[in-house]
């Protein structure tokens, strides 16, 4: 695979950690979501870290699991840089004041740079770069969620409740969903990276919950139908992104975790990272989309297979069999997702968001249908300052870039 | 791929051989089946014999084709266990009659343990599972579809002609579809198996039923379509079943004989055998559903490339390319799918049942009408019995045993 | 792969060099076809040279770019056979008279060995075959298409403008249109070849042109939708011939070039090409089927990968991901199509034109209905002489000679 030259290696760049976040946010037992107000206060950050999430794709970061982070000492020192430090960002309450309100959507932290105090850009030196990052709330209202972008377009939304291995819960759902309405809003953004934060990508659907509605299902003849459709709801929302999204399989994936990968445009696993949809090992059908999105990726022979059996295939084996763009190293996924990434964004963002909507259609078209949509698509490309820049760089030989218009 | 460790290991054990089957069953010239009735006698077996479906996976079984075993004397000794003596049982006729009206089922043997007479069960020491047979008839009324059946609900069916190379004929396909009725009306079945007698899997079409309609039609005009689309029918049962099929493809599988194997859910096929859908090379446009289930497998361009040259292709050939999910050594071919089975009766019945059909009807649905379909399934499993058995399996760290209720 | 013993050895063997053509065929600025009329002239030719497709393919053709061939002097002595004295054809304009009336269609010359004097049939020593063929035009009206017909049916179609990497306008459009619609009026044609004069196979939409139609779209409001349509169908026209189809991609496909590829049946790809559709990099939404064919190739993540981010890929990595069926080295590229198309000739071609449109409407179809359609063709086939000589052949145990009806 030829990879352009544009690749934006933001790796390995000094960067400064973010100011903490203040926020609010809880759920109860069930795992429904509850309405968070916040007014952030103004948090400070120290100088000299890495940013979190460049980090955790370094080398100094393998092996440590977020849980032993926490216990650990700062260890964020000039000799052991980054990603302890720039995670044990101190987490205020002052200011937060959490009103309960039980409805779907929970307002947790946008993360527009344009909100007043819940984070900071800044500049990644050597790059051109600026990224600002929202991150972890309160003890009593944790953040499950957390985002990061770049100033190139490319934002990062991670899972990030790495003590439960970043199981799904209705509360998590309503961020993430919060989250993708913010980017669909956005027209600067020209990709999405979903990611969670090490070991796990996410172990699927959390077990409380699934007991709690058998339980109901069993003992009140409960119809568990919409609830589970609203929870698919939630976390789908990233399929409906109006910009490609590129999921970082960092860990294990399983059962609805692995089903949220698969409902992005491409990913990229770690070789040993266990991927599976396990839902026939637990008694429980399929959902998430894992029967739909399966087949569509391995075929019917394969997704068959990986369904009925329930089995769990490590990260090479399962990029082999169609799952995955590429599988590397644990290291190497958030990097080189990012990498990619960055060629999307380094492509022309009118075409790349008419693209998404085409690749969506492609499926259900024939091809007189499909050529028809193509010619008013391309139609539409004629007359943009895109394509001027692209063919002057053609007639240049230089790279284009795009305006994005 | 990462193997539960639940693997049956049915292999290697000791087990009795099955009586002999009184069974009359007949076919006309054309290959039209006829009906029979039976009523059975008693048979006799003897012990310290392997089952012959187990033994012909197994390596003293390899290379020895049915036919020279037929001819040879008896030699399942003690030192050379097994094949040959399980499959050399007496035949025999006292108490069969037969009446021939001519309709399109035939009731021959049903795999019924109920069915009295016809066979025996049998346990498999050491491995807690029981199994039952179903095997040859008489020289005047062959039996072409035999069966077995494991109690952890694996039913195993063979084309059984191995002196035709397991052609298919009329009359082999009311078998089958009659084997796949009983199959279908038992609750406690939880996945199939479909190989062939060795040497072959199948040869396809019965080369003088071809001749027979080719003549008609020159002659007589004769339209063959309704014939054909009968004669589809009756082996594409098997793609009805309410339950996983996988095909154990042994040998040569060719033309309609590959089609059969084709429209199973999953595939292991031996990796010399020779494979393809050879019609272009015949002049006969391919049947049994050949260009629907080939795009399906291998994309658009290699199907073309299959039908089009009519080009056979060995096992591991045709497994890199997209139509098996394993090729192994002939000899592996039906432990290996045997352990697959194992692994799909391990998950929960009920689970696997539901998915039968959502896997069905995926490829028609947009993602929107699956996951209404999800979340509906979702809701019946949080009721089950299954369900609750998983989650408390998963809890314990323990795997489950599914009640398949 | 086993591959029949009919391999068609078309390679390696002498043959003489074409006549040249007589042929008027001219453009606007724009690329807009104009209507040529030809009375053609009396050509004549050397004889001891091999034909030129055959060569181009051969050893003694690598590494010569068309461009050289024309700059340097006459070696096609007996030294040096074949490709460069076959290629370097004397263009005579004698005869020639254009009228240039605007027009969609360009009568430019038919293949038809009916047609006088624009070609001469040669036999190909030791192989049975004889082959004609259309070559370049004059000057003023080159012909930007020419072909090659093999009478075992099989009819090479060749982008011809190497200078200009084959890059495609509306007038090269016409050409292939045209040469389509002569093949699909030829009941003799099994198999039909698309290739490019190296070393390109096209180098894509026509850089003037687009710059031209986004110049127009930019200060005029020009709707340019129906104009890509019908530029669409003037390539795709190849996607709707009777029979099937075979891109023998001999060098880089970028762009609309890929895409007129993507709409073959088969593909063989060259080593070393660079392929992709780069046109999100350019800043043009993707036209010529390119977001219906990739998806349907590559499967959806793939293609994603490929058109969001307009990477090029060479044909190694290409093939292994789906693209095509096999990359072999550039100057194996046609010979091993020739020879695949050869496989196809020798099947009957009843049933392959039948299975050309039963592949086309497989995708569309539930298995009911797709079964119909199967037992429907097959009652047409037990009617035919090629059955009849199929299964005597299969009797026979030798090779089928189809009649073809």
Known sequence: MLHPAQSLQRHGHDAAPWPPIDVCHEADAAGVALRCEVEPGRGGGRKGQRAGHV???????????????????GVGTAGQPGPARARRVRRRTNGARGCFDRE????????RPALGGVHRARRLPGTGLTTARGTRGTRRCPVTVTWERFDDGVVVLTLDDPDRRNAMTAAMGDELAARCDEVAADDTVRAVVLTGTPPAFSAGGDLDMLEDLARRAREEGFDAAPFMRAFYTRFLRIAELPVPVLAAV?????????CVALAADLR??????????????????????????????????RAAAWLY??????????AGQGLALESVEAAQVL???LELAGEIAASSPVVVRQLKRTLQASPQLD??????????????????????????????RRPARFPGR
């Open 55 to 73: 980090a955790h794709g370094g080398t100094s970061g393998v092996g440590r699991s977020r849980r032993s982070r926490r216990r650990g000492p």
């Open 104 to 111: 779907r959507r929970c307002s947790t932290p946008t993360y």
């Open 250 to 258: 960092n860990g294990h994936a399983v059962g609805a975790g692995l």
């Open 268 to 301: 990229v696993v770690a070789t040993t990272a266990k991927l599976g949809l396990n839902f026939a090992r637990l008694g429980l059908h399929p959902g998430m989309g894992g029967t739909w999105f399966l087949p569509r990726l391995l075929g019917p022979e």
């Open 309 to 318: 059996t329930g089995a769990l295939y490590d990260g090479a084996s399962a």
């Open 335 to 337: 990097p080189r997702t």
């Open 367 to 396: 091809l007189s249908t499909a050529l028809a949509a193509e010619a008013a698509a391309q139609a539409v490309s004629y007359g943009t300052a895109d394509l001027a820049e692209g063919l002057a760089a053609a007639r240049a």
